[in-house]
C-alpha cells in the first residue's frame, strides 16, 4: 500500500501563485508516474499534469506554460507549483501515483481562486 498525504492548497487571487505537495510513504519501492488531478464543482476529474520515474512530464492544455510537475526521489514527494492563477482553477486538486499497475490517490486538496 501506498499512502499519500496532499498539503499547499489555499485561497488566492487571480494571478497569485501556490505550491502543492505530496508526501509518499509506506509501498513507495516501484512507483512509476507520479501526477496530479483535478475536479472542479459540476465537472469530471481532469489530468492536470504527471511525471515519470525518468522525468518527463505531460500537461493538460490549459495549464502549459502556468504549471510546473516536478518529483524529489529522495523525499518520495510530487510537487506542482501553479503560478498565473485563473478562476477556472478553481477545483479540488487529488494526488494520484502509480506503483507498478496499481494507482493510488490522495484525498485531495482545495485550491480556490477568487477576485
Known amino acids: 500500500q501506498v499512502q499519500l498525504v496532499e498539503s499547499g492548497g489555499g485561497l488566492v487571487q487571480p494571478g497569485g501563485s501556490l505550491r502543492l505537495s505530496c508526501a509518499t510513504s509506506?509501498?513507495?519501492?516501484?512507483?512509476?508516474?507520479m501526477g496530479w488531478y483535478r475536479q472542479a464543482p459540476g465537472k469530471e476529474r481532469e489530468l492536470v499534469a504527471n511525471?515519470?520515474?525518468?522525468?518527463?512530464?505531460k500537461y493538460t492544455n490549459s495549464v502549459k506554460g502556468r504549471f510546473t510537475i516536478s518529483r524529489d526521489s529522495a523525499k518520495n514527494t510530487v510537487y506542482l507549483q501553479m503560478n498565473s492563477l485563473r478562476p477556472e482553477d478553481t477545483a479540488i486538486y487529488f494526488c494520484?501515483?502509480?506503483?507498478?499497475?496499481?494507482?493510488?490517490g490522495g484525498q485531495g486538496t482545495q485550491v480556490t481562486v477568487f477576485s
Open positions: 509506506g509501498s513507495i519501492l516501484g512507483i512509476n508516474v
Open positions: 511525471i515519470n520515474s525518468d522525468g518527463v512530464t
Open positions: 494520484r501515483v502509480q506503483r507498478y499497475n496499481v494507482l493510488y
